[in-house]
């Protein structure tokens, strides 16, 4: 099946730094991918629709200034959270669709965001 | 309203019985997908099977099968003869508006989390 890596797949910053995420489809290409947050113990929520050579699509109540998607690529797309907070800290993953067939949807391995 | 509901947070369940994941969900399209995704505790989501609202067999994959009852809105996964590596999360998914591009985002329920004991 298709590949979907991020890096890094953990990290810890401090308060008020930028963290930059990637997500990058291995053996295909991807006009869009997607972001997800989850929270310890809880589901995944759709925070972006990053379409490749265009503006992101955010969801309702996620602050686009804060997380910015650049889709720079057909297999690279990076989430920068900008001036992290604590309440920053989740787990981030992105997932990419293949190609026509949108009933394959492949995520990456996810990455794990520290705030101190 | 939820989209997704899945009622069951966390089961137990003897290793090579079957057990069945409840999942109902709410849409007012008549094209949709339905999905079920795998996350161990390495965070990974692994898909496990999709039912289109078109579909008129259930969906099967191997040991796992989905019971599509779509008057009822509800799409359980049935996962046969369990294995200790099937302890994980599971959730339940939809894509709404069919299969044209521009709607392949999904929406995810709460998830259950799923032990198997030996």
């Known amino acids: 099946g298709a590949v979907v890596s991020q890096h890094p797949s953990w990290v810890i910053c401090k308060s008020g730094t930028s963290v930059k995420i990637e997500c990058r489809s291995l053996d295909f290409q991807a006009t869009t991918m997607f972001w997800y947050r989850q929270f310890p113990k809880q589901s995944l929520m759709l925070m972006a629709t990053?379409?490749?050579?265009?503006?992101?699509?955010?969801e309702q109540g996620v602050e686009k200034d804060k997380f910015l998607i650049n889709h720079a690529s057909l297999t690279l797309s990076t989430l920068t959270v900008t001036s992290a907070h604590p309440e920053d800290s989740s787990f981030y993953i992105c997932?990419?669709?293949?190609?026509?067939?949108?009933?394959?949807?492949?995520f990456g391995p996810g990455t794990r965001l520290t705030v101190l | 309203a939820q989209k997704i509901t899945q009622t069951q947070p966390g089961m137990f369940v003897q290793e090579k019985e079957a057990v069945t994941l409840d999942c109902t969900y709410d849409?007012?399209?008549?094209?949709?997908?339905l999905f079920w995704y795998k996350q161990p505790s390495s965070g990974e989501m692994i898909f496990l099977i999709y039912q289109g609202s078109y579909d008129e067999q259930n969906a099967t994959e191997g040991r796992y099968s989905l019971n599509f009852q779509k008057a009822r809105k509800s799409a359980n996964l049935v996962i046969s003869a369990s294995q200790l590596g099937d302890s994980a999360m599971y959730f339940c998914a939809m894509r709404e508006g069919g299969t044209n591009f521009g709607n392949e985002k999904l929406t995810f329920g709460t998830g259950t989390r799923l032990t198997i004991i030996p």
């Open positions: 997932s990419a669709i293949p190609g026509l067939d949108n009933n394959e949807q492949f």
């Open positions: 849409t007012s399209d008549q094209s949709y997908g």
């Open positions: 990053s379409n490749e050579g265009s503006k992101a699509t955010y």
